[in-house]
Every structure is written in structure tokens, then in C-alpha cells.
């Protein structure tokens, strides 16, 4: 069993930036594959970013590519996300989700999900 706990969302102006944290409980987190999602309010959930357990390759959504940037520290089982020149656009609240050995880029190939933290970016 894993409990995700994200932090770091808030209110930013467009064109600011913000770094989002997942932090993650019980053990063998390197064997994880985490993703960040989001999911603005009259829209389904969407893939943002994915960094594999397998050598740390990453996956970003065009929407955010160049300007978000997934990472993990698996000596503090936490995986963030930097995201840079933030939209309006990019409103939404963000989840992060892990599974074991595995993970792609849709909600359901993901076992474990945090509560959500809000973003909201204001133009």
C-alpha cells in the first residue's frame, strides 16, 4: 500500500512558475512509476508527465512540454514537478499516482493516487 501527498499548489500569475511535490509512504519506492495528472473543473483527467521506475525515462503531455519538468529523489521517496512559464490554461488540480513496475499514460494504469493540490493560474 502507498499514501500520496502532494503540496505546492497555490495561486501564480501567468508566466510564473511553481514546483509541486508528491511525497510517498510505504516502502520500495524506486520500484514505482510516478505520474503527474490533472484535471480542470468540466474536464476529464489528463496525462501531464510520467517518470518511469525503470531509468528514470520521462513522458511530458505536448500541452506542457518545455515547460514543466518531471523529477523524483527516491532517498526521500518524493517525486516533484517544476513547472515554468505557466498559462491560464494550466489551471487545474494536479494529482500525482504511482504503480508498481508499470505505469503509462492513462489514469487507469495507476493503482495509487494523492489527494489533488489546486493551481490556479491567473492571466
Known amino acids: 500500500q502507498v499514501q500520496l501527498v502532494e503540496s505546492g499548489g497555490g495561486l501564480v500569475q501567468a508566466g510564473g512558475s511553481l514546483r509541486l511535490s508528491c511525497a510517498a509512504s510505504?516502502?520500495?519506492?524506486?520500484?514505482?512509476?510516478m505520474g503527474w495528472f490533472r484535471q480542470a473543473p468540466g474536464k476529464e483527467r489528463e496525462f501531464v508527465a510520467v517518470?518511469?521506475?525503470?531509468?528514470?525515462?520521462?513522458l511530458y503531455a505536448d500541452s506542457v512540454k518545455g515547460r514543466f519538468t518531471i523529477s523524483r529523489d527516491n532517498t526521500k521517496n518524493t517525486v516533484y514537478l517544476q513547472m515554468n512559464s505557466l498559462k491560464p490554461e494550466d489551471t487545474a488540480v494536479y494529482y500525482c499516482?504511482?504503480?508498481?513496475?508499470?505505469?503509462?499514460?492513462?489514469?487507469?494504469?495507476?493503482?495509487?493516487w494523492g489527494q489533488g493540490t489546486q493551481v490556479t493560474v491567473s492571466s
Open positions: 499516482a504511482a504503480k508498481s513496475f508499470g505505469g503509462n499514460l492513462r489514469p487507469s494504469g495507476y493503482d495509487y
Open positions: 510505504g516502502r520500495s519506492f524506486s520500484s514505482y512509476t
Open positions: 517518470i518511469f521506475w525503470s531509468g528514470g525515462m520521462t
